[in-house]
């Protein structure tokens, strides 16, 4: 337990750890008070007493979430020495993360970007802005690698940016809506390739 945190602090995490994966699996919608309650053995008073609604659960859940994903590929980013490796990290880490996240219901981005659309507007910005934020670290890579020689100098960063992030979370749509893990596989080898297209010749 951290001790430099407070009472109220470390029942919210408490609450937000203990619903993540509900909310993950049933969405925001889909997930009831009764469910939070069954789940974290408080009182609707004392979830309450953290959070003003079920929404403010929702948004911290979500960035909780998220967080996690972010965190288990920027170690292996972190890992890796060129620009070049830590982008093809992208193609290759997220088998590793289906696997951390396939039981609790999935990516959360994915998820939350659908439920939310057009139906809850603090949800849809949360989604966008950790997709903006995911978008901000592959440009940060791919300018890095142009700028050391490793990747073509004529690659639009943003362009193929956008191009890695369709394709991985397109891949664990149909992945999860096929129940087929081999779809998933057969995009992240195409994220590999494009990686490869613009790789500077040794």
């Not at 049933?26 to 979830?47: Q, R, V």
């Not at 039981?103 to 802005?129: F, H, M, W, Y």
Request: charged share 25%; with cysteine; glycine share 8%.
């Amino acid at each position: 337990m951290n001790r430099g945190t407070t009472k109220a602090e470390r029942t919210r995490n408490f609450i937000i750890e203990r619903t993540a994966e509900i909310f993950n699996k049933k969405g925001y919608a889909g997930t009831s008070m009764s469910d939070l309650t069954e789940a974290t053995g408080l009182t609707k008073g004392s979830i309450y007493g953290n959070f003003e609604n079920k929404e403010e659960v929702a948004l911290a859940v979500f960035e909780y979430n998220y967080q996690r994903v972010f965190k288990l590929v920027g170690d292996e980013v972190a890992k890796a020495g060129s620009f070049y490796d830590q982008l093809m990290v992208y193609g290759q880490v997220y088998k590793k993360v289906i696997g951390v996240i396939g039981n609790r219901g999935g990516c959360p981005i994915l998820n939350t970007s659908v439920e939310a659309d057009d139906t809850n507007v603090a949800l849809q910005l949360s989604a966008a802005k950790a997709v903006f934020s995911w978008k901000k670290n592959l440009i940060r890579i791919i300018e890095g690698g142009i700028a050391a020689g490793e990747f073509k100098k004529d690659v639009n960063a943003e362009q193929m940016a956008v191009s890695i992030i369709a394709l991985i979370e397109g891949g664990m749509m149909i992945s999860k809506v096929t129940n087929d893990d081999a779809n998933m596989n057969h995009v992240l080898l195409t994220v590999e390739a494009l990686v490869k297209e613009i790789k500077l010749a040794a």
